[in-house]
């Protein structure tokens, strides 16, 4: 059994993988803002409000 085939599609499966990561560099001070705003408890808006109001298709059709 020939491995020739199996490099380009291990190479295919690795960039794949790869190339939906992401690095952000931010400074200690900065990254930990971030963090904190995370665990805070998010605040009703208008936008929001209208997003859960949206039927869905499923309730639709009943």
């Known amino acids: 059994m020939s491995t020739d085939n199996s490099i380009p599609v291990k190479h295919?499966?690795?960039?794949?993988?790869?190339?939906?990561?992401?690095?952000i560099?931010?400074?200690?001070?900065?990254?930990?803002?971030?963090?904190?705003?995370?665990?805070l408890a998010s605040e009703?808006?208008?936008?929001?409000r209208r997003t859960m109001q949206v039927h869905t298709l499923w309730d639709q059709e009943k």
């Open 25 to 39: 560099i931010a400074a200690p001070e900065a990254y930990q803002k971030f963090l904190t705003r995370l665990e």
């Open 12 to 23: 295919k499966i690795f960039i794949k993988a790869t190339e939906e990561q992401r690095v």
């Open 44 to 48: 009703p808006n208008a936008a929001l």
